[in-house]
């Protein structure tokens, strides 16, 4: 327990505002943030779209606190339609990975976000910015377009999800935004997701549909 005001809550990690530019982001799980802060301050030299780093300590983060929604929630509000939530979105990965990676263990190698989904970008007063950079690696950048796809589809194909159509037709859109490279990056970003100990079995089981949706699409 904080005591301070809680603000937002995700599959790992808290959100509690500290005051009025900045907030606490503390993992329940204990994982450590630390790797999490160094990949965040190395694409900030690079003026990426992050939110400020101001401390780590252990499983807490100290970081900018933002204005704005995500784009999700833009959607549903018509701020933003699905053409320009697509062209962002690509148009982030984009920008993501003409940069350097830190280690580059490959040629080729770029960070890669592994989770960049409308959820996890924000719109705000300065632009759109990527939040939650705990599952970023390095690698090849078509695999980080392909598991955007891939989450995507997740969704889309998903019968009883109340957002199904709307993912799909993102999801047509973005394929469209980042051309080949969902189609180059699709199996091995496929692999990555049926790995996640977040994923149910059914959601496990969908993942050849929604491989196949995916082709179909892009």
């Known amino acids: 327990m904080t005591g301070l005001p809680l603000i937002g809550t995700g599959r790992q990690a808290d959100v509690f505002a500290l005051d009025e530019r900045r907030v606490l982001r503390r993992y329940r799980d204990g994982t450590d943030a630390t790797p999490e802060a160094e990949i965040m301050t190395h694409l900030a030299r690079f003026d990426f779209p992050i939110p400020q780093v101001y401390e780590v300590r252990g499983t807490d983060l100290i970081l900018e606190r933002l204005d704005g929604t995500t784009m999700t929630e833009a959607f549903t509000t018509g701020r933003i339609d699905v053409a320009a939530g697509a062209a962002c979105l690509a148009g982030l990965h984009h920008r993501l990975h003409a940069l350097p990676a830190r280690t580059a263990r490959h040629p080729g190698d770029r960070i890669l976000h592994r989770d960049l989904h409308p959820e996890n970008v924000l719109l705000t007063s300065r ?4 939040i939650d950079w705990n599952n970023a690696a390095e690698g090849p950048p078509e ?3 392909a598991l955007t796809a891939v989450i995507l ?3 889309a194909a998903d019968p ?7 993912a799909r037709s993102f999801l047509t859109a973005f394929a469209r935004a980042a051309g080949a490279d969902v189609p180059a990056g699709l199996d091995e970003a496929v692999l990555i997701r049926a790995a996640d100990p977040a994923l ?3 959601d496990i089981a969908r993942l050849p549909s929604v491989a196949a949706l995916i082709r179909v699409l892009s």
């Open 143 to 145: 695999v980080d377009v």
């Open 127 to 130: 632009g759109p910015v990527v």
């Open 160 to 166: 009883a999800h109340p957002m199904a159509s709307a």
């Open 153 to 155: 589809g997740q969704v």
């Open 200 to 202: 149910t079995s059914d």
